[in-house]
């Protein structure tokens, strides 16, 4: 039996996982390959949330801002510069990154509920500074376009397999680097100062440089997932990153379990079998459009009432301690 | 623990390959043309139900559904039953585009019709791919030029006339009637109201002052500092309102805590001049008389009109409950002129023939506005004009100065003239019989 280092073996896992993805890329029709893309857009902007309060201690409110920065960033490149959409959504991951480290400077000495206040105020302002500028395209905003498929891959070649290629390639590629991230010397310190920041001091961390990488590296994840956002809906405006969409990420992070990184593609599915299972609630047992409206929002809210009640630390946990009962 | 860890990752990913089993073989098949059967007609619209602008237009659907339940208890369209299947995209772009994409892949729509916005529907028609699969996109609520680009939207016909004609016309009315008068233009800063900002350059009408705001952001305060700035113009400066209803209901509002109502004149855009809407916000029916708007509708509460009539009638019955006003009449308009697109597209309806019909027999479709329809191989865009009229306190709309005088343009600088359209008279019952 060959022996593989940690290190190996994520690799092997997210390399099994691309190519497992692949092959079921194929096998559905198109609404699926849509909502696929859509699921690695919310795991990827959940593993963001989770990175930053699970792993480091901080919360924020405001990822949805964040998210915005990305995809205005991605669509201005691909706009004004005429650049690849893959270099687009890069810039998407690069400028949200450097924002999230200057804003992470400014906001070095706040924590908990003054922290979680000034991301919910950026949240509830970017999107309004957006109006603004006028190369930000006001209410309309910019188009974000990645273009047909390349012609190579054949007429049957849809756009939406397009797009779950895109989406599911670059959220594997940060998710496997993201997952390095924690289990290096980094994943360490953030434990440890998100377990007790005093302590860590103590034992020489700079506490405050560290909690401001997290900060960036995890503002740069949620470009990347606006960008992905903006993609397959085919433009950015304001309107596209309402508060509520943060504070979905967050339901989704707390459904997932927000200390491990391991179930943030349930997140993800979470997020986007809820509008579906709703319809079919709808659907099956009757009732007004009004209550296919609110449904959604309902168990949303249900689902995080009872997460926070019998996993609060994810629905990996109670897998654990049923195999220690038994 | 390596083996935990392990049994942990395979656990989730059978976990989700199996949820993604069991949703593929849930998937519907795939009809040749699709939302198409001998007995039925399956048609989506993405509209908001909830949220601020389903205030306006949350009735649309509603008064879809009344219509087309009238034609259906009436033989439906060739023996086919028309199905419409609503999707709330509570006017953001994300679920527009994700919903549209549902209605289109998973509801397997025939056609999309009366869809709502302009930042909303141009996201939404690129995500569900409705040019690559030919899904005619049918009479789209939004007076956006932009949608007559026959290359970017090949299936879309839009439905009221563009903001720039409307911008145009009522340029000119207040050179005509309120000459010398300094005028104060307050538009939303996108694509609707740029697209009115061009109208009144190509109007050539002369701003005093002109307040590009983003819809999203106008607060009560906001806009009492912005009617306080203009009621420093000397005289009574006309006032014209460019964006949607609530926004024009927040600035009325400013002005009647101000006191300043009477110190303009105001006048509002189609859009945000539903006065049923502006008095549900709140708007004081002292204040809503004799503000000047534009239609090309008769007012929904113009009884002696057959349209309002017999679409009243239709209301009454099928969507009992719901009080019959603009968006009603609005809505129940856009499903009259689906019924007869449908049955001139003929009895082997296919999605092609279905565009190609309103192209070539649209202009002569009834319908209840007072202008003429302008599609046409060329041109995908409906009405063309529009009328001046004044609100009374009932929030009834009579033509300014007492006398109807619609007027017909373009949206560039083409010029205004006075209509000489003669409308076709409804069907009897509302049932169209053209083919």
Redesign the interface.
């Given at each position: 039996m060959i022996k593989l280092s940690p290190t190996k073996k994520r690799t092997l896992?997210f390399v099994a996982?691309g190519w497992?993805l692949l092959l079921?890329g194929d096998?559905?029709?198109?609404?699926?390959q849509?909502q696929?893309s859509?699921v690695a857009m919310y795991a990827l902007a959940i593993a963001s949330i989770i990175l930053l309060t699970g792993y480091s201690g901080q919360l924020s409110l405001g990822h949805s801002a964040l998210m915005a920065v990305g995809a205005y960033a991605g669509a201005l490149s691909i706009n004004n510069l005429n650049l690849h959409p893959a270099i687009a959504l890069v810039i998407a991951t690069f400028v949200a990154g450097i924002f999230g480290l200057i804003l992470g400077f400014g906001v070095a000495r706040l924590s908990g509920p003054y922290l979680a206040g000034t991301t919910l105020a950026l949240a509830v302002s970017l999107?309004?500074l957006a109006?603004?500028f006028p190369i930000l395209g006001?209410?309309?905003?910019v188009v974000f376009?990645v273009g047909a498929p390349p012609a190579r891959f054949g007429e049957d070649f849809?756009?939406?397999k397009w797009f779950f290629w895109i989406s599911t390639l670059a959220v594997l590629i940060m998710l496997w680097l993201i997952s390095n991230v924690v289990s290096s010397r980094y994943g360490r310190t953030f434990r440890a100062i998100r377990d007790n920041e005093t302590a860590a001091a103590l034992s020489g961390l700079n506490t405050g440089r560290l909690k401001v990488l997290a900060f960036a590296i995890s503002s740069g994840m949620a470009g990347l997932a606006g960008g992905l956002?903006v993609m397959?809906?085919?433009?950015v405006?304001?309107?596209?990153f309402?508060l509520s969409l943060s504070f979905s990420l967050l339901t989704g992070a707390v459904v997932t379990g927000v200390y491990s990184l391991?179930?943030v593609?349930?997140g993800g599915?979470v997020l986007v079998?809820i509008p579906e299972i709703a319809d079919s609630i709808v659907t099956r047992i009757g009732g007004s459009?009004?209550f296919?409206?609110?449904l959604p929002g309902f168990l949303v809210s249900a689902l995080l009432i009872l997460a926070v009640l019998f996993t609060p630390n994810g629905p990996?946990t109670l897998?654990?301690s049923f195999?220690k009962h038994n | 623990m390596i083996r935990n860890t392990r049994m942990k990752r395979f656990s989730i990913v059978s976990a989700v390959v199996a949820l993604g089993t069991m949703v593929i073989t849930a998937l519907p098949a795939q009809a040749a043309e699709p939302g198409l059967t001998s007995s039925e007609i399956k048609l989506g619209i993405s509209t908001p139900l909830t949220g601020t602008a389903a205030l306006s237009y949350g009735k649309v659907p509603g008064a879809m559904k009344a219509y087309f339940d009238h034609v259906n208890a009436n033989g439906g369209v060739y023996g086919r039953k028309i199905k419409l299947i609503v999707r709330d995209d509570k006017y953001l772009p994300t679920l527009a585009a994700t919903q549209t994409t549902n209605l289109v892949l998973k509801d397997g729509v025939f056609a999309l019709v009366a869809a709502l916005g302009t930042a909303t529907h141009s996201k939404a028609y690129t995500a569900a791919s409705l040019a690559k699969k030919n899904v005619p996109d049918l009479f789209v609520n939004t007076g956006f030029s932009g949608f007559g680009n026959r290359t970017k939207y090949p299936t879309t016909f839009t439905v009221l006339p563009s903001y720039a004609m409307e911008a145009k016309i009522i340029s000119k009315f207040v050179k005509d009637k309120f000459p010398g008068q300094a005028v104060a233009l307050v538009a939303q800063d996108d694509e609707f109201g740029v697209d009115g900002v061009n109208g009144f350059a190509a109007g050539s009408l002369t701003l005093a002052s002109k307040t590009l705001y983003p819809q999203s952001s106008m607060t009560d305060a906001r806009a009492k500092a912005l009617v306080t700035g203009l009621s420093a113009v000397p005289g009574k400066p006309v006032v014209i309102l460019f964006g949607t209803t609530d926004v024009t209901a927040l600035i009325l509002k400013a002005a009647e805590s101000l006191n300043l109502v009477s110190k303009f004149t105001w006048i509002a855009g189609s859009v945000g001049g539903d006065s049923n809407t502006l008095l549900a916000l709140g708007v004081k029916s002292t204040t809503i008389d004799g503000i000047v708007a534009a239609s090309f509708f008769p007012d929904a509460k113009d009884t002696n009109d057959e349209y309002v009539k017999e679409f009243s009638k239709i209301n009454a019955k099928y969507n009992p409950g719901v009080s019959f006003d603009n968006t009603v009449l609005q809505g129940m308009n856009s499903a009259m002129l689906t019924v007869q697109a449908l049955r001139a597209a003929g009895k082997n309806l296919t999605r092609t023939g279905l565009i190609k019909a309103i192209e070539n027999k649209g202009a002569k479709f009834a319908s209840a506005a007072l202008v003429p329809l302008n599609y046409s191989p060329t041109s995908h865009i409906g009405y063309n004009g529009y009328w001046m009229g004044q609100l009374n306190a009932k929030g009834e709309l009579k033509p300014f100065g007492g006398t109807l005088s619609v007027v017909t343009t373009d949206s560039t600088n083409g010029p205004i003239t006075p209509s000489t359209y003669k409308r076709i008279s409804i069907p009897k019952n509302g049932i169209p019989t053209n083919s």
């Amino acid at each position: 039996m060959i022996k593989l280092s940690p290190t190996k073996k994520r690799t092997l896992f997210f390399v099994a996982l691309g190519w497992a993805l692949l092959l079921i890329g194929d096998r559905i029709g198109e609404l699926l390959q849509y909502q696929g893309s859509f699921v690695a857009m919310y795991a990827l902007a959940i593993a963001s949330i989770i990175l930053l309060t699970g792993y480091s201690g901080q919360l924020s409110l405001g990822h949805s801002a964040l998210m915005a920065v990305g995809a205005y960033a991605g669509a201005l490149s691909i706009n004004n510069l005429n650049l690849h959409p893959a270099i687009a959504l890069v810039i998407a991951t690069f400028v949200a990154g450097i924002f999230g480290l200057i804003l992470g400077f400014g906001v070095a000495r706040l924590s908990g509920p003054y922290l979680a206040g000034t991301t919910l105020a950026l949240a509830v302002s970017l999107p309004t500074l957006a109006n603004q500028f006028p190369i930000l395209g006001g209410e309309q905003g910019v188009v974000f376009d990645v273009g047909a498929p390349p012609a190579r891959f054949g007429e049957d070649f849809s756009m939406y397999k397009w797009f779950f290629w895109i989406s599911t390639l670059a959220v594997l590629i940060m998710l496997w680097l993201i997952s390095n991230v924690v289990s290096s010397r980094y994943g360490r310190t953030f434990r440890a100062i998100r377990d007790n920041e005093t302590a860590a001091a103590l034992s020489g961390l700079n506490t405050g440089r560290l909690k401001v990488l997290a900060f960036a590296i995890s503002s740069g994840m949620a470009g990347l997932a606006g960008g992905l956002l903006v993609m397959l809906i085919s433009g950015v405006s304001p309107s596209a990153f309402p508060l509520s969409l943060s504070f979905s990420l967050l339901t989704g992070a707390v459904v997932t379990g927000v200390y491990s990184l391991k179930g943030v593609m349930l997140g993800g599915l979470v997020l986007v079998a809820i509008p579906e299972i709703a319809d079919s609630i709808v659907t099956r047992i009757g009732g007004s459009e009004g209550f296919t409206a609110t449904l959604p929002g309902f168990l949303v809210s249900a689902l995080l009432i009872l997460a926070v009640l019998f996993t609060p630390n994810g629905p990996g946990t109670l897998l654990h301690s049923f195999k220690k009962h038994n | 623990m390596i083996r935990n860890t392990r049994m942990k990752r395979f656990s989730i990913v059978s976990a989700v390959v199996a949820l993604g089993t069991m949703v593929i073989t849930a998937l519907p098949a795939q009809a040749a043309e699709p939302g198409l059967t001998s007995s039925e007609i399956k048609l989506g619209i993405s509209t908001p139900l909830t949220g601020t602008a389903a205030l306006s237009y949350g009735k649309v659907p509603g008064a879809m559904k009344a219509y087309f339940d009238h034609v259906n208890a009436n033989g439906g369209v060739y023996g086919r039953k028309i199905k419409l299947i609503v999707r709330d995209d509570k006017y953001l772009p994300t679920l527009a585009a994700t919903q549209t994409t549902n209605l289109v892949l998973k509801d397997g729509v025939f056609a999309l019709v009366a869809a709502l916005g302009t930042a909303t529907h141009s996201k939404a028609y690129t995500a569900a791919s409705l040019a690559k699969k030919n899904v005619p996109d049918l009479f789209v609520n939004t007076g956006f030029s932009g949608f007559g680009n026959r290359t970017k939207y090949p299936t879309t016909f839009t439905v009221l006339p563009s903001y720039a004609m409307e911008a145009k016309i009522i340029s000119k009315f207040v050179k005509d009637k309120f000459p010398g008068q300094a005028v104060a233009l307050v538009a939303q800063d996108d694509e609707f109201g740029v697209d009115g900002v061009n109208g009144f350059a190509a109007g050539s009408l002369t701003l005093a002052s002109k307040t590009l705001y983003p819809q999203s952001s106008m607060t009560d305060a906001r806009a009492k500092a912005l009617v306080t700035g203009l009621s420093a113009v000397p005289g009574k400066p006309v006032v014209i309102l460019f964006g949607t209803t609530d926004v024009t209901a927040l600035i009325l509002k400013a002005a009647e805590s101000l006191n300043l109502v009477s110190k303009f004149t105001w006048i509002a855009g189609s859009v945000g001049g539903d006065s049923n809407t502006l008095l549900a916000l709140g708007v004081k029916s002292t204040t809503i008389d004799g503000i000047v708007a534009a239609s090309f509708f008769p007012d929904a509460k113009d009884t002696n009109d057959e349209y309002v009539k017999e679409f009243s009638k239709i209301n009454a019955k099928y969507n009992p409950g719901v009080s019959f006003d603009n968006t009603v009449l609005q809505g129940m308009n856009s499903a009259m002129l689906t019924v007869q697109a449908l049955r001139a597209a003929g009895k082997n309806l296919t999605r092609t023939g279905l565009i190609k019909a309103i192209e070539n027999k649209g202009a002569k479709f009834a319908s209840a506005a007072l202008v003429p329809l302008n599609y046409s191989p060329t041109s995908h865009i409906g009405y063309n004009g529009y009328w001046m009229g004044q609100l009374n306190a009932k929030g009834e709309l009579k033509p300014f100065g007492g006398t109807l005088s619609v007027v017909t343009t373009d949206s560039t600088n083409g010029p205004i003239t006075p209509s000489t359209y003669k409308r076709i008279s409804i069907p009897k019952n509302g049932i169209p019989t053209n083919s």
